[in-house]
């Protein structure tokens, strides 16, 4: 259910960032995916703590092209694309290292890490494809706005994750596989 939930998750966001128009509140914009991006990173962390960490980099490469295919056959350019792919690698990728080498409670490692990669993955994704030096979508004065607003919201959307894990560690995210597989 864990793997499902990360791949739909992923997906999802794709098709919801589409679809529909940015969250405009005051001067931040935030793509509508990007709740669920947000919660990608959490689904990954209860991943790896299943699955560890050698299978998680797995189950990330196909993400990565799963999420490429879905981005592109939804109309995206391959700048927008491959912008995605390479915030989505950098992002997970990190997300993954800080969930394996924290020595924190589950819940907390789970906002930490994800605090990161979703850090990591709005600046590079707004920078490579948004920013006038990708697609040319915002000027370059909006850039800190749509910046700022993803990282609100995935850090509100952790901070939510990490309550509920918290919750619910014993008896539904118990540890099957050491972090450091």
């Not at 589409?18 to 969250?23: G, N, Q, V």
């Not at 700048?79 to 409670?105: G, H, M, N, Q, W």
């Not at 993803?150 to 850090?155: C, E, F, L, N, R």
């Amino acid at each position: 259910m864990r793997l499902f939930l990360y791949l739909a998750s992923i997906v999802l966001a794709n098709v919801v960032t589409a679809k529909f128009a940015p969250l405009e509140l005051g001067m931040f914009i935030i793509p509508m995916g990007t709740f669920l991006i947000g919660g990608t990173f959490i689904f990954r962390d209860l991943v790896q703590n299943k699955y560890g960490r050698k299978k998680t980099y797995m189950f990330i490469a196909g993400a990565l092209l799963l999420s490429a295919f879905a981005s592109y056959m939804l109309g995206d350019t391959l700048l927008i694309v491959l912008a995605s792919a390479i915030s989505f690698a950098v992002a997970e990728t990190t997300d993954t290292e800080i969930y394996t080498r924290l020595k924190l409670p589950l819940s907390l490692r789970v906002f930490y890490s994800g605090l990161v990669g979703g850090f990591l993955d709005s600046v590079i994704f707004v920078v490579i494809g948004l920013s006038p030096i990708g697609a040319g979508f915002i000027p370059w004065e909006a850039v800190p706005a749509a910046i700022m607003g993803q990282v609100i919201a995935k850090t509100i959307i952790q901070g939510i994750g990490a309550l509920i894990v918290s919750q619910f560690k014993d008896k539904m995210f118990n540890h099957t596989i050491p972090n450091n597989v």
